[in-house]
Every structure is written in C-alpha cells, then in structure tokens.
C-alpha cells in the first residue's frame, strides 16, 4: 500500500473510533422466533449519527433456515440476509484498501458443526484514491449445517453478526440473530427455501482451465477465452486490491483480458491470482461467475485502454517481428547499438573519444582506454537498465529514454553539455578540485584512463533520445523478459556500441590512420566546442517543450548563472591559489542551485498544441472513432527528445509529398507525444514490443497493422500509406 493510500485508511479508522465512541455503547438485539416458521428477525443497532436517527442502524439482519425441522444425519441449509439501506454498503471478505469483512460467530448444539458462508458477489467502490469491495441491497449469506445422528428435541442455532456500514461516514452494527427448530425424521420446505436456493445458485462455478494469468512487477493481465463485453476480478486475499485499467477491456482474436495494477498491504506477498471471476456481469446478471486459481506467467502486461485501440487489427501487433527469441533479441541489440555510432546525438561525446585515442594513441596504453572506455559503457547501461527494470516492476509504465522525460534531468544534462562546451573552448579546466586541493588532474574530458570512463558513461546517456534500427524490438522483447535476461540484451546494446572503439585500441595499427598528436589539437578541441555546444542548445529546445514558460525561464537563469560560475573558476584558475575570482565562483554555483530548488516547482509541462495542422492528439477513443468512420490511421510516436524523430519529421514526415499523399487518401493522423510521461503511450508502444520511440504506425482500412522501420524513407512512408488506404 502506498503512503498515501494507508494515510487516507488510518484516518477514516480514526473517523470510525471517534463515531463510535461519541455515539455511545453497541446494542445488541436478539429475542425468540416461531418453531414452526424458523425465522427470527433483529435490526443490529449501533453507532449512529445523522444521517441515521438515534439508535437506528442502515443494517437490519435476519436469520433465516430452508427446511421446517432438522433431520438426523442431514444437512440443515441456513442463510444470514442483510438488508442495506439506500446508499450504504457493508463489506465482502476481503474490504479492499481499508474496511472490515463481515463477522459471523455460531453457537450451535453439540456434535453440530456449520460451514460457510457462500459469500454475495461483491461490487467495486471508489473514495479518493482507495478501492474497497462491497455489498449493498439485499443479500444472503448461505451456510451449511450438519445434524449429527444423534440429535433429538428442539435445537437453538445462534449467530453473532458484526459489521461495519459505511455512505458519507462508516458506522459499526451487529445483531444477535438465534432460532429454535426442531429436529424431526423428515423437514418441509420453509417459506425462504427459495431464497436461500436462489443465493446457492449464485454460488462460483470452478473456474475453467483456459484462464489465464500474466504478471509483470504489479501488473496483472488474466485473459478469458471467447468474446466477453466485460471481465471483473475480486481477489480473495484480505489487503489485496486489483485495481483495473480504465477504459474497455481488451480483444484480442478469440479472447477477452483486462490489466489489473495490483497493491497490498504491508508485510503481505502477492503470488497466485487467487479470487472471484466475473464474466458478462455474473451469475445474478446473467453470466458467469467462477472461483479462480491461478499462478501467474512472466509477461508484458498492456494498459486496456491503449490495449483496445487496434483490436480490430489482424492478428497481435509485433513490432514488425513475428519470433524474437534470447538470443536474436541480443544480436539485434548489439546491431543497434553498433549503429547508435552513427546517429546524431551521439556525434559530439564519441567525438571526444576521438580526440582521446589521438591524444593517447603515442603512451603504450591504447588498450586500457578502450577497455576503459568500454566499462563506463556496460556499467551505466547495466544501471539504466536495472533502474528501468525495477521502476515498472513498481508499476511504473516507462521505456527507453524515460530519463529524459524529467525536465530536471534534461536541465542537468544541459548544464553538464554547457560545462564541457566551455571546457573545450578553453573558459576553464576540469579538475578533480581546486587549486587548494593539490591539482589532483582530470585536466580535459579527452585525457586520462579515468575521461575514457566518463565518456563511456556520457555516451550512454546522450544516446537515449536516439533508437536505431533493430534496437526496439530488441528492448521491447528484453523488457518483457525476466530480469537477468533483460539486463543482458540490454548490456548487448551497450557492448555493440562500444565495439568500434574498444576494436580501434586493440588493433593499436588502426590508429596510424588517425593523424598525429600536435598543437592542432587545441585549435580542434575549441572547434568541437561548436557541435557540443548545440547539444546543450537542443537540450534547452527540448525544455521549451516540456515546461511552461515561467519552467523555461527559470532553466535558462540556471543556465546562465552556472555559465557565469564556470567562467569565474577559469578566471581563477589562471590566478595564485586562492585568487579571488576562484572563490567567488562558488556563490554563483550556490546561486544556480538555489534556482534550480526553487524552479523544480515552477516545471509545469508545456500544454501540446496543434492548432492548425492535420495532426490530432493520440488517445484510444479518438483512432477509435477514426476507425468506426472507416479512415485509415497514421499514427506518430514521437518526443522532442528523440533525435531520431525529429530527423525523421523534417526529412520525411513533414515534407510536401508526404502531406499530400495523407491528405488525398483521407488519413487520420494522430500525434503521441512522449515527450513527458504518459503511461497509457508506454503500455501502447510496449504492446508493439517497443520500448522507445520512434515508433510508426499505418492501420488501414481492413485492420490491417503494419509498423514502420524507426529510420524512415519517404519511399517507405509513400508505400505504406497507399496500401492502407486500399
């Protein structure tokens, strides 16, 4: 249970204690029933206030008995029926996130034994952010007794029933409810027969062998075979809560699912999916209602709603790959990340690596580099893919690149390109220190064994916002996978993109190719400031679009108070130690970092527009109802952050032909921007098996799905949207 969530519980205890103990002590009623009938009736009384009268419950009980008489060596069917006034609830066997279950206690002759109850079937309630499972109206609890042989004279059968009723305030009630029968050879039917029947035939079904259950982390999806218009679960475990996807269950083929976010309370486990099946509503409604046992498969578990946008296609939507087994998803991986090399965001950190192999290629050590170089690599890939691994086994609907779906990261990875531009520019030094400190080096990014390392770890991080081909459905099998597998697809990726270079400094008769060390490496460092420099202003691009613009305005006042701190410390640098622009410096770092705590408040998300084109927002609803209309869909998922899109945009997508073509062949085109965080377009590109963008989508007018390669050609995009619209 989250923080929150148990708050929200104690203080709605604390609400019910506070009731009770003003409103005085428990009543309990009880008193006699006619032998011949074995009815008894009793309204519970409890603790109330308005809008109950005093000394009224919205609870009343009784106790009711099918057969007249109890016969030796029989069955003695028995039912306790509550009867809730409008508006209130009691609670099923398991309350939910906070509530009681109703309590029975028996007191039964000797040698009698009763089991039970067959409890109603629950509905679901919702106040703030709790999920409670309820019963209302009027309802039976059916039992079972067993009259031992030797039973004679006339039996007392008692029940104490105690529960907690709940509308705008939660009040406590019980009732003593007891009825005399007589025990005979042979017993009629009561007048309640039929009601205890009735609630025996709504009893769970044993649930068929074809359910089915996946998990992943918090994520549950239980799919039921055949066309269903909707399936319920109530697990049975006190302090579990399955709590459902918005929006339309899922249909796939011949099957029906819904994606359940599961919570329990503290110190308790989830393992099975053990609980009530609804299917069509139930029994009382028609369908079916089965008791399930389930162990849960590892799997990638979709959010409904996003799940039943292209349920009409054919077939399962796979990412353009029909089989993805371990070892294809790494070789794919390490393809990838082999081609990351070549896509731009990662340009200006691997451009530093070159300066670093010219510097290093003449001191002996040109494979400790690479080695060096390599590690940084596999270590942040390994941590970014455990921390991704970990926050949606948390529940959290994120894929590769999330991190930069946080503006205070971007800023941070701004501020960290503005750093180095300065660096090579010559502004200031890199140093472990100050000048007080002993001039412990790392003079440049681009010296030493330990630079080798940070680039590695610079390299991986900058190259989020790119996705290469083959690098999606990699990701996207790797994290349906189990953790240890999906770290090592992930580490793949990783090992392809540090191949090239960790093959340069093994083969130290490669680096002849490269030219010589030599004062011009100062003159190219300073020309490298250039392409470093416009990373750091796509990243402030990339702001734009994520804050609103008091958010942008205080990121770049972060940005120019750290520029003007960078410029003292290389001020003082070239002074004695201890100079005094050196130590003035840090009043402007402590500046920059008081703004940037103030500002993580002021970082409201910029609002998307897209007033004046053809595009529309993505949402299930909206290519739903672009589908029923009979248009075919063109779908773009897309971030400011993703180098590959935006390359993409201009180069294909936005371009006159393109337009045209869309335009003539009357396509829905919808826009899913990523930019910031959205669950319901994480789970959609993970039912792609894509766990990035880009991703393209072409639905054509028969259903058809086709998805796109994440580099696009105009001939690729032309093709595409004239088979869908045929």
């Known amino acids: 249970m989250k923080a929150p969530r148990l708050l929200i519980g104690l203080l709605a205890a604390a609400t019910l204690i506070q009731t009770a103990g003003a409103s005085g002590a428990f009543v309990t009623g009880s008193g006699d029933s006619s032998p011949a009938s074995g009815i008894f009736q009793s309204s519970g009384a409890g603790a109330a206030a308005s809008p109950l009268a005093p000394g009224r419950s919205a609870v009343k009980a009784r106790l009711i008995t099918a057969q007249t008489a109890a016969v030796p060596g029989k069955s003695l069917k028995l039912a306790v029926e509550l009867t809730h006034d409008a508006g209130w609830h009691t609670y099923w066997k398991n309350p939910g996130d906070v509530g009681s279950p109703t309590e029975f206690q028996w007191t039964v002759p000797s040698g009698w034994k009763v089991t039970g109850p067959a409890w109603p079937e629950p509905t679901e309630t919702q106040a703030l952010s709790l999920t409670n499972y309820g019963i209302s109206g009027k309802a039976l609890y059916p039992f079972t007794a067993s009259v031992p042989q030797n039973a004679s004279g006339t039996a007392l059968v008692r029940v104490h029933v105690s529960w907690v009723a709940c509308k705008e305030q939660c009040v406590p009630g019980d009732a003593t409810l007891e009825t005399k029968i007589p025990v005979a050879s042979s017993a009629a039917a009561s007048p309640e027969a039929p009601l205890i029947e009735a609630a025996e035939s709504q009893v769970p079904d044993p649930a068929p062998k074809d359910i089915r259950a996946v998990k992943n982390g918090s994520r549950v999806l239980i799919s039921v075979l055949g066309h269903h218009a909707d399936i319920t679960f109530f697990p049975d475990a006190p302090g579990t809560v399955f709590k459902s996807d918005t929006g339309p269950v899922i249909h796939q083929g011949d099957t029906t699912a819904r994606a359940y976010t599961v919570s329990v309370q503290p110190g308790m486990k989830f393992g099975n999916v053990d609980g009530l099946l609804l299917i069509d509503g139930g029994k009382k409604n028609g369908g079916a209602t089965y008791q399930l046992t389930v162990t849960p498969e590892s799997g990638s578990v979709p959010a409904a709603a996003a799940a039943a946008v292209t349920s009409g296609g054919t077939g399962t939507p796979d990412g353009g790959l029909k089989q993805l087994t371990f070892l294809t998803a790494a070789l794919f991986a390490a393809l990838g990340g082999l081609i990351l090399n070549l896509m731009p965001c990662v340009f200006p950190v691997l451009s530093l690596k070159m300066l670093d192999l010219i510097g290093a290629s003449n001191d002996g050590r040109l494979i400790r580099h690479g080695l060096a170089f390599t590690a940084g690599v596999l270590l942040t890939m390994g941590a970014l893919s455990g921390t991704l691994i970990a926050l949606q086994a948390a529940g959290a609907s994120l894929g590769w690149g999330f991190q930069l779906q946080n503006p205070v990261i971007v800023l941070i990875l701004a501020l960290l390109f503005l750093a180095i531009t300065m660096n090579l520019a010559g502004v200031f030094e890199f140093t472990l220190g100050s000048r007080a400190g002993g001039n412990l080096a790392l003079k440049t990014p681009t010296r030493g064994l330990l630079g080798s390392f940070f680039t590695g770890i610079l390299a991986v991080i900058v190259a989020s916002p790119c996705t290469a081909p083959f690098m999606g459905a990699a990701l996207g099998f790797a994290l349906s996978q189990p953790a240890a597998i999906a770290v090592t697809v992930f580490l793949a990726l990783g090992f392809g993109m540090a191949l090239p270079w960790l093959l340069l400094t093994i083969f130290p008769g490669w680096v002849k190719w490269l030219p010589k060390p030599g004062a011009w490496m100062e003159t190219l460092k300073k020309v490298m400031a250039i392409p470093v420099g416009l990373a750091a202003v796509w990243l402030l691009w990339v702001l734009s679009q994520q804050l609103s613009r008091n958010g942008l305005m205080i990121a770049a006042g972060i940005l120019v108070l750290a520029a003007v701190s960078l410029w003292l410390i290389g001020r003082g640098q070239r002074l004695k130690p201890f100079g005094g622009l050196y130590p003035a410096s840090f009043p402007a770092a402590a500046a920059a970092a008081l703004v940037l705590y103030i500002g993580v408040g002021q970082f409201a998300p910029a609002a998307m527009s897209l007033e004046g084109t053809a595009w529309q927002a993505w949402s299930p609803?909206?290519?739903?109802?672009?589908?029923?209309?009979?248009?075919?869909?063109?779908?773009?998922?897309?971030?400011?952050?993703?180098?590959?899109?935006?390359?993409?945009?201009?180069?294909?997508?936005?371009?006159?032909?393109?337009?045209?073509?869309?335009?003539?062949?009357?396509?829905?085109?919808?826009?899913?921007?990523?930019?910031?965080?959205?669950?319901?377009?994480?789970?959609?590109?993970?039912?792609?098996?894509?766990n990035g963008v880009p991703l393209y989508i072409v639905i054509s007018k028969s259903g058809a799905v086709k998805v796109l390669p994440e580099l696009l050609t105009k001939d690729t995009l032309l093709s595409a949207l004239k088979e869908g619209a045929n």
């Open 621 to 690: 609803e909206a290519v739903q109802a672009a589908r029923n209309s009979g248009k075919p869909v063109f779908i773009d998922f897309t971030a400011a952050w993703c180098v590959t899109c935006q390359v993409n945009k201009k180069a294909v997508i936005d371009t006159e032909d393109v337009e045209s073509a869309a335009r003539s062949l009357g396509y829905a085109r919808f826009l899913a921007d990523w930019t910031n965080k959205d669950p319901a377009i994480s789970a959609e590109l993970a039912r792609y098996r894509h």
